[in-house]
Antibody
Framework: QITLKESGPTLVRPTQTLTLTCTFS??????????VGWIRQPPGAAPEWLAL???????RYRPSLKSRLTITKDTSKNQVVLTVTNMDPVDTGTYYC?????????????WGPGTLVIVSS | DIVLTQSPDSLAVSLGERATINCKSS????????????LTWYQQKPGQPPKLLLS???TRESGVPDRFSGSGSGTDFTLTITSLQAEDVAVYYC?????????FGQGTKLEIK
């Protein structure tokens, strides 16, 4: 059974760096040809894909945000970490991590419950 | 980026009736080398993450009721829910994974009439 769960701060000040952790179970990012991605959803808006990492450490980023995003994995802990620098109020939303079932395919079949991030001074 | 435009933005359908949601892509998401459309449909209920209903435009995920079906190819796609149930009230999103970045439609809110 595949599960994922996000953790991190709820409140972030403008210009600060956000660090979110996704802890997963039910699959391995060491041997399985799958990926873990991050998607965010502003209040009342559609989801927006941010980044994804694969088992072989291949990484993909949303081009418009690439300079602010870093995705890393710790296979020994079954965790994927996303950092977002220079946070702004427009970055407010629910951040999800999700499982991508096949290498090179940017769609997601299992999602975590999400964590709300509010950017405010 | 590929832009997905859904219609309508909101829809009210009576229980037991058919609901149809359209998704139009700004460019084709059909890959001729494998004859597949790189499009999914998601259902999102309040306070929950999106749930994958269909991949490859028309392949139902395990456990998804067969009243949900997808059709279309290239740039025009449709999600059909036959015999609407109360638990189908949600926002529905189409999503393309043909190119990076993958993108989502703006969503269609489905309610009971």
């Amino acid at each position: 059974q595949i599960t994922l769960k996000e953790s991190g701060p709820t409140l972030v000040r403008p210009t600060q760096t956000l660090t979110l952790t996704c802890t997963f179970s039910g699959f391995s990012l060491n041997t399985d040809t799958v990926g873990v991605g991050w998607i965010r959803q502003p209040p009342g808006a559609a989801p927006e894909w941010l980044a994804l990492t694969y088992w072989d450490d291949e990484k993909r980023y949303r081009p418009s945000l690439k300079s602010r995003l870093t995705i890393t994995k710790d296979t020994s802990k079954n965790q994927v970490v996303l950092t977002v620098t220079n946070m702004d109020p427009v970055d407010t939303g629910t951040y999800y991590c999700a499982h991508s079932p096949s290498y090179g395919l940017l769609y997601f079949d299992y999602w975590g419950p999400g964590t709300l991030v509010i950017v405010s001074s | 980026d590929i832009v997905l435009t859904q219609s309508p933005d909101s829809l009210a359908v009576s229980l037991g009736e058919r609901a149809t949601i359209n998704c139009k892509s700004s460019q084709s998401v059909f890959y001729s080398s494998n004859n597949k459309n790189y499009l999914t449909w998601y259902q999102q209920k309040p306070g929950q993450p999106p749930k994958l209903l269909l991949s490859w435009a028309s392949t139902r995920e395990s456990g998804v009721p067969d009243r949900f079906s997808g059709s279309g190819s290239g740039t025009d796609f449709t999600l059909t829910i036959t015999s609407l149930q109360a638990e189908d009230v949600a926002v529905y999103y189409c999503h393309q994974y043909y190119t990076t970045p993958c993108t989502f439609g703006q969503g269609t809110k489905l309610e009971i009439k």
